[in-house]
């Protein structure tokens, strides 16, 4: 990496952001369902995690490319973060868990599509290494599903889950005050309107593909814990075979800059909706088979790491200029927030109704959808 680069504090927030993520993700659910909630009411709470996104970037990414001051602002965030998800020590019942999760995914989930600008500033013409950066989030991802996986087997109570959680918000809010600003967060004129990019073809291809391949993960996220559990799997299992799957995509990242100096963005893209299907039905239909779980979990790479990181670079592409901010924002907002929102509580409604192995297979058919779409619809060229 470049002399120049503050590489170990860029990735220092990653590594925090996705070490709470890990605590989150796998075991949240978990948590819930300990404290007496039934699967429509997780559906529901899991879906403010990801709801919050539909907002909160797009106010934040706004704020920021008018302000010009995105470190400040990614400061505040992660204070806010902390401080509001303080509530869930007092929270009682459905209604009061509900309101500590929006008030703190609401600066939570600001604070990753801005600080994505962040990075992409330093990293300037040297964009494509990227990746070599955001690979540290997948080290805090494994690191603190793995540990906690290994501990919720004796160890460590599910009901000591919020002090972990919080513990990780207070360093990933210290790790802000360490990184500097890149000084391209101001941005001139020139760069065309917002509303023109929008109107795009491709962009709006890329929207609609981004919202439906996060409507497909939503079985994934909310109860794939629970599935493993139902089937017979340990907490510690349960958490190497979610480390497993980020540990692929360590390895991803790690030669992902070469991957895309060969192939387009838009033919990464695709050839990640269609590996992401795949692991769907390899998860409805190979439970009882680890053999199959595995390959799944692999698969993980190409699902939300070469899909994720393409993605970026894409709408970094797209959204140039004044425009960067809200560029990140918008598609943190359609992909990770209304998709996953939309994705958590079809989820929550349809687990009883259609069974794991149903709804699964309907995550696989919509993710197609996402591939046919990007692809251009069967009547025009796709993504670039």
């Known amino acids: 990496m470049p002399a120049r680069l503050p590489y170990l504090r860029l990735s220092g927030f990653y590594f925090f952001y996705f070490s709470a993520l890990g605590a989150l993700l796998p075991y949240w659910p978990l948590y819930l369902q300990a404290q007496g909630f039934t699967p429509a009411e997780i559906?529901?709470?899991?879906?403010?995690?990801?709801?919050?996104?539909?907002?909160?970037?797009?106010?934040?990414?706004?704020?920021?490319?008018?302000?010009?001051r995105t470190l400040r602002l990614i400061r505040w965030a992660t204070f806010l973060t902390l401080g509001g998800f303080c509530?869930?020590?007092?929270?009682?019942?459905?209604?009061?868990?509900a309101w500590v999760m929006l008030a703190f995914t609401f600066f939570w989930?600001?604070?990753?599509?801005?600080?994505?600008?962040?990075?992409?500033?330093?990293?300037?013409?040297?964009?494509?290494?990227?990746?070599r950066v955001r690979l540290w989030g997948s080290f805090g991802f494994i690191a603190t599903v793995?540990?906690?996986?290994?501990?919720?087997?004796?160890?460590?109570?599910?009901?000591?889950l919020p002090q972990i959680i919080l513990v990780l918000f207070v360093a990933l809010w210290l790790n802000t005050l360490w990184v500097p600003s890149s000084g391209r967060e101001r941005h001139g004129d020139g760069h065309g309107s917002l509303g023109a990019i929008l109107k795009r073809r491709e962009v709006l291809a890329f929207f609609l593909a981004s919202l439906l391949l996060q409507i497909g993960h939503g079985p994934y996220y909310v109860f794939?814990?629970?599935?493993?559990?139902?089937?017979?799997?340990?907490?510690?299992?349960?958490?190497?075979?979610?480390?497993?799957?980020?540990?692929?995509?360590?390895?991803?990242?790690?030669v992902l800059h070469r991957v895309f100096g060969r192939y387009s963005l838009g033919a990464v893209f695709r050839l990640s909706l269609a590996l992401t299907a795949l692991r769907w039905l390899l998860i409805a239909w190979g439970v009882e088979h680890l053999a199959l779980l595995v390959a799944a979990q692999l698969l993980h790479a190409v699902s939300y790491g070469a899909a994720h990181a393409a993605s970026v670079h894409l709408v970094h592409g797209y959204f140039r200029g004044p425009?960067?901010?809200?560029?990140?924002?918008?598609?943190?907002?359609?992909?990770?927030?209304?998709?996953?929102?939309?994705?958590?509580?079809?989820?929550?409604y349809l687990w009883t109704a259609w069974g794991p192995h149903g709804l699964y297979t309907a995550a696989a058919g919509i993710t197609l959808l996402a591939l046919w779409?990007?692809?251009?619809?069967?009547?025009?060229?796709?993504?670039?």
Request: hydrophobic share 45%.
């Open 43 to 68: 559906g529901q709470l899991m879906a403010i995690l990801a709801g919050s996104r539909v907002v909160a970037p797009n106010l934040w990414g706004w704020w920021a490319d008018r302000s010009g």
């Open 87 to 97: 509530g869930v020590f007092y929270a009682q019942g459905f209604l009061e868990v």
């Open 109 to 131: 989930n600001a604070t990753l599509p801005l600080f994505e600008t962040v990075t992409l500033g330093h990293l300037h013409h040297d964009a494509k290494r990227y990746s």
């Open 146 to 160: 793995t540990a906690l996986g290994k501990g919720l087997e004796g160890l460590i109570a599910i009901a000591c």
């Open 224 to 254: 794939y814990s629970v599935y493993l559990k139902e089937h017979g799997f340990t907490s510690g299992e349960t958490g190497q075979l979610w480390a497993l799957g980020v540990m692929a995509e360590i390895v991803l990242f790690a």
């Open 323 to 348: 425009h960067h901010g809200k560029g990140q924002a918008l598609y943190s907002s359609i992909g990770f927030g209304l998709g996953g929102a939309l994705g958590s509580l079809l989820s929550g």
């Open 373 to 384: 779409v990007a692809s251009g619809g069967g009547r025009r060229a796709g993504l670039v």
